[in-house]
């Protein structure tokens, strides 16, 4: 072989590793951020045309420097501690509540009769209709606001674990008591594990419904909030504002569900999953 092909071979040898190397960026993830994109930006073609007024619904440009704004005073941070407390409260009392009340009903039939048909009688009862009540029991301080929370929370909780429980598996009840388990046994290693799945499933609707909740407590005469916040800006016309708090209410839930799915893919670890890559 000549040198000149030889030389011609050593001049293109480096160019393929590296093509190898060069990294490829698979745009099919952010697919679904293209829709949310284009919906943003004909809101903020169609503000700055003229098309939606101010009062009706703030630019998305509008809202930005708004957000900034009440981060920068330190508004914003202030609001959202109070409302996060709050939460964190009602869902301390709620989730506590209804885990018990769904063990209480689910491993006992006296217990299914004594605590399911009040539960089921409260959960179809509208939240607006039991603020006046909340209001004459609790007074307008803090108390009512976090028992709607707590109120809102305990059901999912106590709906699915309840039927986790009651979905076990007989099979393996039976292999529990051929493992020689007696009753405490069977709940702690046997019932516990197998309805967990089901408890962490309310947990994430017990979120959502806390935000819920907080949405309609924060209306009872609130001086702090993001609640408050939203009320506030509602009376001077502030739609930007506005859309700012319904925002954080949304990143909040957003967060709160996400941590619980970190939590459930830790704890339920030895779940085969049937969904790959």
Do not use: C
């Amino acid at each position: 072989m000549s040198e000149h092909a030889l030389g011609a071979r050593g001049a293109l040898a480096p160019s393929e590793p590296l093509q190898a190397r060069l990294p490829r960026i698979d745009l099919s993830r952010y697919r679904r951020f293209v829709s949310p994109l284009v919906l943003v930006l004909l809101w903020q073609a169609a503000s700055m045309a003229g098309l939606i007024a101010p009062r009706t619904l703030a630019a998305p440009s509008t809202i930005l420097a708004s957000a900034w704004e009440l981060v920068v005073s330190g508004e914003l941070p202030r609001h959202l501690l109070v409302s996060l407390g709050r939460v964190a409260s009602g869902l301390v009392v709620g989730v506590t509540t209804g885990a018990a009340l769904a063990l209480v009903a689910g491993l006992s039939r006296l217990g299914e009769e004594v605590v399911d048909a009040p539960m089921q009688m409260l959960r179809t009862l509208p939240f607006l209709a039991l603020v006046p009540l909340f209001i004459l029991w609790f007074g307008i301080g803090e108390t009512p606001k976090i028992a709607l929370v707590a109120l809102g929370s305990a059901f999912p909780v106590y709906l699915t674990l309840f039927a986790g429980i009651r979905g076990v598996d007989p099979k393996l009840m039976e292999a529990g008591k051929v493992f020689g388990l007696d009753r405490r046994g069977l709940v702690r290693h046997v019932v516990l594990p197998a309805a967990l799945p089901s408890g962490l499933v309310g947990l994430r609707y017990a979120l959502g419904s806390a935000w819920l909740s907080l949405v309609i407590a924060e209306q009872i005469n609130a001086t702090s909030g993001i609640g408050f916040l939203i009320n506030d800006a509602r009376d001077f016309l502030r739609t930007d504002v506005i859309v700012v708090g319904l925002l954080v209410y949304a990143l909040l839930g957003l967060s709160a569900d996400a941590l619980v799915r970190a939590f459930e893919r830790r704890a339920l670890a030895w779940r085969p999953s049937l969904v790959k890559g």
